[in-house]
């Protein structure tokens, strides 16, 4: 089986090309002045925002692929998008993740999640879920 050590949010990525490891600028809140979201819509704030994560084998000696998805939720919990994510730790024993967002749907200003998950025996469970604080200031 496959663990999930950890998932952050982040505006830049930077990786040493020498020894590979990554220095992440990680980010909690969002502040975007918008038109005017429709009633029941969303707008796209335009970001460089990344989602990481650092997965690795529960045993080192078995090789394994899992599916893993990410859900963005905004704070009337309704799902705004979905990520697949295919998890192989055949030839590896840990695996880093990057999902890039060229924008993030909002619907109004409050807590977005993003739920990180694991499909297990045909069930979906929950390995981590990053808040991200949105503040959106519609213009006239």
């Excluded at 992440?24 to 819509?41: E, F, K, N, S």
């Excluded at 730790?89 to 739920?115: A, C, N, Q």
């Amino acid at each position: 089986m496959i663990e999930h050590a950890w998932t952050v949010l982040c505006d830049k990525v930077l990786v040493d090309e020498e020894t590979q490891n990554i220095s992440l600028d990680v980010i909690d809140q969002l502040t975007a002045l918008v038109a005017p979201i429709p009633a029941g819509g969303a707008v796209l704030i335009p970001s460089r925002l990344q989602i990481v994560s650092l997965w690795y084998r529960r045993d080192p000696a078995i090789a394994s692929r899992q599916r893993a998805r990410v859900r963005m939720i905004d704070p009337d919990d309704r799902q705004l998008g979905e990520v697949p994510v295919d998890l192989d730790l055949t030839s590896t024993e840990r695996l880093r993740t990057r999902g890039m967002l060229s924008g993030v749907p909002v619907t109004k200003s409050g807590w977005y999640h993003f739920i990180v998950e694991v499909e297990e025996q045909g069930a979906w469970k929950v390995v981590a879920n990053v808040p991200l604080q949105v503040v959106v200031t519609e213009s006239n």
